[in-house]
């Protein structure tokens, strides 16, 4: 049971650079979610997405891009990273909310943009 | 605009204490409670949820949270905390029709002092 796999672990790239974070899941789970973790802020969804093709913004959704073209894989793309987006980078996948799921989650991309 | 409330930024306790560490929601109807906690380096796991029946839900490594709807609250519960406990602890709600998307917390780090 593979579950949910994130890539890379770790990240370090330069402003501006594009940088594309992975995240796949073995469960066929429909809904799918980027977070970002903070000091001081805890997590805070990104980009979430309920089905292939469907994506919709969360709270912090500026400089990111999302797509979700199969249902096991969700990327998180930085099309011109910022120092200010150096966090912690969670991916998250649970059933239909109104089955009650909880959420699943990955183990992590630590991102450091210099 | 829906949101979780943590106390505690940080609770130090020594071995043998017991613990409680607040949440509150904000109104918004019909509401799923989690919390989560992520020990050093690790991911987030489900300690324990709530969706409905009996207000007092208990979890996975001997925690027990207690929903009061008259005080929206849901605070997690442990009688005896042990050194493995020392993690980060997030509450977190999902109202109804939101898409299955989490609302967290701002955390409360625990340190268990041996």
């Known amino acids: 049971d593979a579950g949910i796999t994130q890539s890379p672990r770790y990240k370090i790239t330069e402003t501006g650079r594009q940088v594309t974070l992975m995240c796949h899941q073995t469960w066929s789970h429909s809904y799918m979610f980027w977070y970002r973790q903070d000091l001081g802020h805890g997590l805070r969804l990104i980009y979430y997405?309920?089905?292939?093709?469907?994506?919709d913004k969360g709270e912090v959704p500026d400089g990111y891009v999302v797509s979700r073209s199969k249902t096991e894989n969700f990327p998180l793309t930085l099309e011109s990273a910022t120092r200010s987006q150096t966090s912690v980078y969670f991916c998250a996948s649970s059933i239909l909310p109104g089955q009650n799921q909880p959420q699943h989650f990955g183990d992590g991309t630590r991102l450091s943009i210099l | 605009a829906q949101s979780v409330s943590q106390h505690n930024h940080h609770v130090i306790l020594s071995e043998a204490a017991s613990l409680e560490l607040g949440c509150n929601y904000s109104?918004?109807?019909?509401?799923?409670l989690f919390w989560y906690v992520q020990y050093p380096g690790q991911h987030l796991q489900l300690l324990l949820k709530?969706?409905?029946?009996?207000?007092l839900v208990k979890g996975i490594k001997g925690f027990e949270a207690e929903f009061i709807k008259s005080k929206f609250s849901f605070n997690l519960r442990k009688p005896s905390v042990q050194w493995s406990d020392t993690a980060e602890y997030f509450c977190a709600a999902n109202y109804g029709g939101s898409q299955g998307n989490l609302i967290f917390g701002k955390g409360t780090k625990l340190s268990v002092k041996p």
């Open positions: 997405s309920a089905a292939a093709d469907i994506t």
């Open positions: 709530y969706f409905s029946g009996d207000p």
């Open positions: 109104y918004g109807g019909t509401v799923n």
